[in-house]
């Protein structure tokens, strides 16, 4: 038992071992140019070492002209629809666009009008807590940080389930569609949970109405009046649309691949890829872009100033503000080059809930950085496959709009991409392949060993 004096103390004796772990760990980078080591399982042009093969998404950003491959306006495809199209077929009154989603990532096929509401009613029917779950594993020791929370109760589950361990197609299929069910009230509870623990906050834990879609239940159990308009459910829902899903080499995705590949049990697999899905790098960018333009709007008195806003750029690219990190976060992606294609699709609403909120001059202020900020970067930094804004760029105004917490926004993304990962763990399990094991080349000269009263 770790006594509660040191448990989360740097002591003098740890930051002297960590000495010892900096020089254990240097290895000479000019060795990754020499054995032709892709860092990042990419190349310097962002192109993803293949490592396997899937029919769920697709990702492009290139064309071929000429018999050679160029940049190309992103595309994101799901099961061979271009997501752009499928956002466009949605009615604008329907606010269950990411259930019809699901169903496709899942079984390859868009579901008609009766499958689809058979489909949500199962959705409906999973988003129900064990007994005592809320009281006994929510309310407890809740994290300041809900993607915690969210494993937690995800590993938790595996108590509750009589067959956790079973690892065929039914029931994995059967998981998945619980804990899509289950990551909002795992998300939004636990952030209830905190704010009232931590911050002296009203506690309330709306049950959830089965009559409504995933984007309409989180804003549901969230507010405490459970009130929102159509275009708020409707943005949300797009957002999930377009988070829910990017192919099998995003790094939360691969670990959903790598992880289940050793035949693990669903939530084991599922609380790996939150993990991975929290780091800044990946899930938790739009908080940064968030927080950035705060640091903008504190130190440019005229947001229509192109010349002072550019300034502040620059000041970014040259680590002179913000978090001196020498980044315009939202801008820029591993694989698209001169556009994505989720950002903008998510742009023409964001715009219109800019309008019922009246926060136009605050979108403005986005659209000017989305527009510089390329023309900026070009200049001060060698680019290689070119740059523009990301999902992320748009998505943390998005939910600010939409009233959502900050500590949320991980979560949300997560609420989505669930429906990703478990398409892309049923085909690892369909197709039964190996354990993946890719390759370090070690650099490390080998030593005779020194007997202790020789040390």
């Known amino acids: 038992m770790h006594s509660t004096n040191n448990f989360c103390e740097l002591t003098p004796e740890i930051l002297k071992l960590s000495k010892l772990c900096n020089q254990a760990a240097t290895i000479d980078p000019s060795l990754y140019t020499k054995y032709d080591v892709k860092r990042g399982l990419r190349d310097l042009n962002g192109k993803g070492v293949l490592v396997?093969?899937?029919e769920i998404s697709d990702v492009c950003a290139t064309k071929i002209v000429d018999g050679k491959s160029v940049p190309a306006h992103g595309e994101l495809y799901y099961r061979g629809y271009?997501?752009?199209?499928?956002?466009?077929?949605?009615?604008?009154?329907?606010?269950?666009?990411?259930e019809e989603s699901?169903?496709?990532?899942?079984?390859?096929?868009?579901?008609?009008?009766?499958?689809?509401?058979?489909f949500s009613n199962l959705l409906a029917e999973y988003r129900t807590l064990p007994t005592g779950f809320v009281r006994d594993i929510i309310m407890k020791a809740p994290s300041q940080d809900m993607m915690n929370?969210?494993?937690?109760?995800?590993?938790?589950l595996y108590s509750y389930d009589d067959r956790a361990d079973d690892i065929t197609i039914p029931n994995v299929l059967r998981q998945c569609l619980e804990l899509i069910s289950l990551f909002p009230l795992f998300s939004v509870y636990g952030y209830q949970a905190y704010k009232h623990y931590h911050d002296g906050a009203s506690l309330f834990i709306h049950t959830p109405d089965p009559a409504l879609s995933t984007a309409e239940t989180i804003l549901y159990v969230l507010r405490q009046d459970s009130n929102y308009t159509p275009l708020e459910a409707?943005?949300?829902?797009?957002a999930l649309i377009l988070h829910m899903e990017h192919g099998g080499g995003n790094n939360s995705t691969f670990t959903t691949h790598l992880v289940s590949s050793s035949g693990t049990d669903t939530y084991s697999a599922i609380a790996a890829s939150l993990g991975s899905l929290k780091g800044p790098r990946h899930g938790g960018a739009n908080i940064k872009v968030v927080k950035m333009f705060e640091d903008l709007k504190a130190h440019v008195k005229d947001y229509k100033d192109e010349e002072e806003v550019g300034r502040y750029l620059s000041a970014l690219l040259n680590k002179e503000a913000f978090d001196h990190a020498g980044l315009i976060y939202g801008m820029g992606h591993a694989v698209y080059s001169l556009s994505d294609p989720r950002a903008t699709l998510f742009r023409t609403f964001v715009e219109r809930l800019s309008r019922e909120k009246g926060r136009e001059e605050e979108f403005a202020l986005y659209a000017?950085?989305?527009?510089?900020?390329?023309?900026i970067i070009a200049?001060?930094?060698k680019i290689y496959k070119g740059v523009s804004p990301n999902v992320d760029f748009f998505s943390g105004f998005a939910y600010s709009m939409l009233d959502l917490p900050l500590e949320l926004y991980t979560p949300i993304f997560a609420i989505a991409r669930i429906a990703g990962w478990s398409a892309h763990r049923l085909e690892e399990l369909s197709y039964n392949g190996k354990i993946m094991r890719p390759a370090y080349r070690p650099v490390q000269d080998h030593r005779e060993y020194i007997p202790m009263d020789q040390r």
């Open 52 to 54: 396997g093969l899937t």
């Open 82 to 98: 271009n997501v752009k199209d499928i956002i466009k077929g949605l009615p604008d009154n329907s606010h269950f666009g990411f």
């Open 102 to 118: 699901t169903y496709l990532l899942l079984f390859g096929k868009f579901p008609n009008e009766q499958e689809l509401k058979k």
């Open 149 to 156: 929370t969210l494993a937690r109760s995800v590993l938790t």
């Open 234 to 238: 409707k943005l949300l829902d797009i």
């Open 368 to 375: 000017l950085v989305e527009r510089l900020a390329p023309e």
């Open 379 to 381: 200049k001060e930094r």
